[in-house]
DNA sequence: AACCTATTTAGATACTTTTCTAAATAGCTG
DNA sequence: CAGCTATTTAGAAAAGTATCTAAATAGGTT
């Protein structure tokens, strides 16, 4: 169930990109949001889905939300994928 | 839209069994449907999108189609989870 | 407490995906 | 070629997902 969570997760391009901006540092909701031509609310729907599945957390500070980027959550990804004879790096 | 396209294919139980199915062996089209409690008609729709994503190839013998799996259009995906700083193996 | 700013939640709508049934195709085999 | 088997395609219905607007919450600040 896991990973089938992680994997809808990550189907989606916005919530791909949000993954990538929190790669190097933490964002609040607003700043990713900026990062996209939709609402605030449709933003704030995603980064629902990638916390529910474990791939950003949350941390409150002032009254800013920010996120973080949590990807050991992809470690069972990346065992399913050797695991069909992917090889790994090249 | 590679990567989207084959995130899109692996974010589905149903497809990721037939990949795994796949992994020791080539099977028919009928064979892979015997294994799942679905019509013939939708997990011939599965392979499609499998197949358009390119992680399995098809092979006509008799009047059988066999699949086959591709698992090397992984790679890309491998490399953006490395990316995002997934550890290797473990 | 009243207000302001940041963010989420609720509910509606639009879009996409999955599944089904029925019909079509494609290639053997007699 | 007529019939058979394996599989796909077409079209409809059902289920799931993404987006929006409007309202609610939550926590600072004055």
Do not use: C
Not at 27 to 33: D, F, K, L, T
Not at 47 to 52: A, D, N, S
Not at 60 to 72: P, V
């Amino acid at each position: 169930m896991a990973m089938n969570t992680t994997l809808k997760a990550i189907a989606d391009p916005v919530r791909r990109k949000i993954l990538e901006l929190l790669k190097h540092q933490s964002y609040s909701a607003g700043e990713i949001a900026q990062q996209f031509d939709l609402r605030q609310a449709t933003v704030s729907y995603h980064l629902k889905l990638l916390k529910q599945a474990g791939l950003i957390s949350e941390r409150r500070e002032k009254n800013f939300i920010y996120y973080d980027l949590n990807a050991s959550v992809f470690e069972e990804v990346l065992r399913w994928l050797y695991s069909l004879g992917v090889k790994g790096d090249d």
